[in-house]
């Protein structure tokens, strides 16, 4: 039985999330207060510093930035960096990540990889703090659950259990889950100060919905695409564009509608998937909503028949 449940549920994560987080290393460390290293450290993958207790400052190329405990600090690959211990010890968790791809991948959703891509991206229309520094510092809310998985982690790593592997990936993918959160929500805390920067991502989503509105994409799925929650992207969505995503979505749609509804040799029972509705009956019940009549009823008022 466990010899086809355990593949079985290492397949179901590496579709689910698309790309698979990868822990490379992962250790614990006392470090004691000394002068910087003289040598700027560069990797190729990223690196995940917790610190537990004392205090530490990371020293960048050209910026630094001092560290509290419980503060979780995210380092971009090939960014040189190297550590000072301000305090006389400092308690300390590395973690080294990546991503591999799999074969098949199935609808990735939102992840901390993705997350990273786009906030660093130029092409966005983004001018993101993430984007614009190689770190990112996160020490809110989410702090003691990160430092919890990482102790799990570091704990599996070094114990010899039986299916460890297996282990350590569950709570790898745990882990970037947890970030992805957490930086889901210091992203729109900084939005809420800064509303040029909210503006710009309801008009990349509300882009992205005009772009895909055909193949039955939701409202949820437009706020994850600028990594905000549902509930703050139609506020905001609101605020810049005068309607709900929603509503704004469903006339996309009836727009589509209506104009496939003016060739006659287009079946009406065909128009509800090309216009994005999951079904005639769905498509029915929104056209009626907001032309008030039926989508047959407003065929034959616009070709002249009936």
Request: proline share 3%; hydrophobic share 35%; net charge neutral.
């Amino acid at each position: 039985m466990f010899d086809k449940l355990l593949p079985a549920l290492e397949e179901s994560m590496k579709n689910d999330s698309g790309s698979m987080p990868v822990v490379f290393e992962g250790l614990e460390q006392i470090r004691e207060k000394k002068e910087a290293d003289s040598q700027m450290s560069v990797h190729s993958f990223h690196e995940l510093f917790y610190l537990r207790s004392g205090r530490v400052e990371f020293i960048f190329e050209n910026t630094s930035r001092v560290l509290e405990p419980n503060t979780t600090l995210i380092i971009k690959p090939f960014t040189a960096h190297k550590i000072r211990v301000i305090s006389k010890t400092a308690d300390t968790i590395g973690l080294y990540f990546g991503f591999s791809k799999p074969n098949n991948p199935g609808t990735a959703q939102p992840s901390l990889e993705s997350f990273l891509e786009f906030a660093g991206s130029e092409g966005n229309g983004v001018q993101s703090d993430y984007g614009n520094q190689s770190f990112i510092v996160l020490s809110g809310s989410y702090k003691k659950s990160i430092g919890s998985l990482l102790d799990r982690i570091v704990d599996e790593k070094t114990d010899n259990e039986y299916n460890k592997e297996l282990m350590m990936e569950v709570l790898t993918v745990e882990l970037m889950l947890t970030l992805s959160r957490a930086l889901k929500k210091e992203w729109e805390d900084s939005l809420r100060v800064r509303n040029g920067k909210a503006r710009e991502l309801v008009l990349i989503a509300r882009d992205y919905i005009d772009e895909n509105y055909e193949r039955g994409i939701t409202v949820a799925e437009a706020a994850s695409y600028v990594f905000l929650s549902q509930g703050y992207f139609t506020r905001a969505f609101r605020d810049e564009i005068g309607v709900s995503p929603m509503t704004y979505l469903m006339k996309k749609r009836i727009d589509k509608a209506c104009e496939l509804l003016c060739n006659d040799e287009i079946k009406v029972s065909g128009i509800a998937s090309q216009a994005g509705f999951s079904s005639p009956q769905r498509f029915n019940v929104a056209f009626k909503k907001l032309m008030g009549m039926t989508p047959l009823d407003y065929r034959k008022s616009r070709i002249g028949r009936g």
